[in-house]
């Protein structure tokens, strides 16, 4: 579980975020979504130690992250798995080596292990047969499930995605968030996931926190955000014309 | 202002070298990515180092040869005369300008995209110090493989000498009496030292760019014009410092 409390991050004389309270549960996919400069992405570089804080806590299962010294950041760190917008793979090397880098900066498993557990992990993101593959010729999509593989290769207890749907087809989306949601629940990972793709919205949030200009403004799941009240939340989501329909006839079918 | 930003910059430098000189976290990678810049640093640069190398070689024979030699100097004079400039400044001070530019701007490139497609990012979070991991290998390797294209390129400027020899612009005799006369070895090592330093302030150099380019691909670019514009003009400054500490 990771909780935030009291988190304020300023830049110069600007407030980015305001007084931030949130709890991340273990093993459910939590959703940070929010208009693009509402401070979402700010909000997820804090709490990976991307972003010092300018006051507040970030509990990583009790351990205030910001109090910690640059030793156990690291440590913590390598409980971490992080799946970037542009997946940010290393382009120098393949496929499997990608998969297998964390595997060889931190673990002491033998080079026979190593492939075999990378191979799990392609597997387990269904791209077996790509491992020879380097980073430039494989797809988007592809690469996003390569970022994933990557991330869990050593069994993190905290993953976090920064738009993993960015630059996606609809489809190819839904198989990421599946494989994100699935992942999740198989290894009890507390996810959090910077989104505002509203299918990932009503497709994988468990739990969502709505944040508008810094401030948190809104935290529900997916079958409470369509009865929300709260009009800054309603003026987001239902922003397109698809989501006002399906709003229209979910309130008829209620009634 | 100018002398402002270059303080903070060089403080900046400083604060980055301080994160790059640490104990690697494992050696086996850091073998692994040491050997990978050795050859991409250094052993892809032996082709253009002995290109250039031939024919400035060859140039300078020929001009020392027509412009200088006369009946009332003796005839060694135009292979001493070639051989004191292609170990003294051309092999160690003109060579590493030219790396500059090619190395440095491989360097800063590489570098910088690294950071804007966050690839950097994805390193820190692992909890790797991604300055060591990718700047300490390319010092080390740049400054490992630097000696031998020094005495590459004085191999590759002596051979264009001996070309113009066969091609009859003087006769070979008179060339090997010229870079043989009063040999001092100790040219060859100030050359070697020299060209350390040079591999340093390249490698370094061009790293800190890359490495804290900030914004996009016009920025990467940037970075990569700053970086061989820096590294020359400290290569040239600290040439003007060693030649006399040296010699």
Redesign the interface.
């Known amino acids: 579980m990771i909780e935030v409390r009291h988190l304020y991050k300023s830049f110069e004389d600007k407030d980015v975020l305001k007084d931030i309270n949130a709890i991340f549960e273990e093993g459910i996919t939590n959703l940070i979504i929010g208009q693009s400069g509402s401070g979402k992405t700010v909000l997820m570089k804090n709490i ?3 972003f010092t804080p300018t006051s507040g806590e970030i509990l990583y299962d009790n351990r205030d992250f910001v109090k910690m010294s640059k030793r156990e ?6 409980e ?1 798995g ?1 799946i ?3 997946a ?4 120098s090397m393949t496929v499997l080596e990608n998969v297998m ?2 595997l ?3 673990s002491d498993m033998n080079q026979s292990d190593r492939i075999k557990r990378a191979k799990f992990c392609l597997e387990r993101v269904n791209l077996q047969g790509a491992e020879g593959k380097m980073p430039g010729e494989i797809s988007g999509g592809m690469q996003k499930r390569v970022a994933i593989a990557r991330a869990i290769a050593l069994n993190p207890k905290y993953l ?1 995605c920064d738009e993993p749907n960015s630059g996606l087809d609809p489809k190819t989306s839904l198989v990421i968030d599946e494989l994100v949601h699935s992942i999740t629940h198989e290894y009890k990972m507390t996810t959090i996931i910077n989104t505002h793709d509203m299918n990932s919205v009503m497709g994988i949030g468990e739990n969502i926190i709505f944040i508008c200009e810094g401030d948190l403004e809104w935290q529900g799941n997916k079958d409470q955000i369509m009865t929300s009240t709260n009009e800054r939340l309603n003026s987001f989501i239902f922003a397109s014309d698809l989501f006002r329909k399906v709003k229209k006839v979910e309130n008829e079918e209620r009634k | 202002m100018f002398i402002v930003n270059g303080l903070a910059s060089f403080g900046r430098y400083l604060e980055l070298m301080g994160k790059v000189f640490s104990w690697p ?2 050696w ?2 850091f073998f692994k990515q040491y050997v990978k810049e050795m050859a991409q640093l250094g052993v892809d640069s032996i082709g253009i180092v002995l290109l250039i190398s031939f024919f400035i070689g060859a140039v300078i024979c020929i001009q020392i040869k027509i412009n200088i030699q006369s009946p009332w100097m003796p005839a060694f004079t135009t292979g001493y005369t070639t051989r004191e400039i292609m170990v003294l400044e051309f092999s160690s001070s003109i060579m590493c300008l030219i790396l500059s530019g090619k190395v440095g701007s491989n360097i800063a490139s590489e570098l910088g ?1 690294m950071r804007v ?3 950097i ?2 390193l ?6 991604s300055a060591s991991f990718l700047i300490l290998p390319k010092i080390a390797g740049m400054m490992t493989t630097i000696p031998f294209l020094v005495i590459f390129s004085i191999a590759a400027g002596f051979i264009g000498a001996y070309a113009t020899a066969i091609a009859g612009v003087i006769t070979v005799d008179d060339l090997t009496l010229g870079l043989l006369h009063s040999f001092n070895q100790w040219f060859i090592w100030m050359s070697i030292i020299k060209s350390f330093i040079f591999a340093f302030i390249i490698a370094s150099v061009s790293s800190f760019y890359g490495y804290t380019v900030e914004g996009g691909s016009f920025d990467v670019g940037k970075s990569s014009t700053d970086a061989v514009v820096s590294s020359s003009m400290l290569i040239l400054f600290a040439d003007i410092f060693l030649t006399p500490l040296l010699s």
């Not at chain 2, 820190?124 to 110090?129: D, S, T």
């Open positions: 990976v130690g991307l950041k690291v440590m913590l760190r390598r971490m992080m970037f917008q542009s940010a793979l290393f382009d880098f964390p060889d900066m931190f976090f | 976290e494992r086996r990678m995209t497609t966050q690839q990012d994805a820190e979070i692992m909890g790797v110090n």
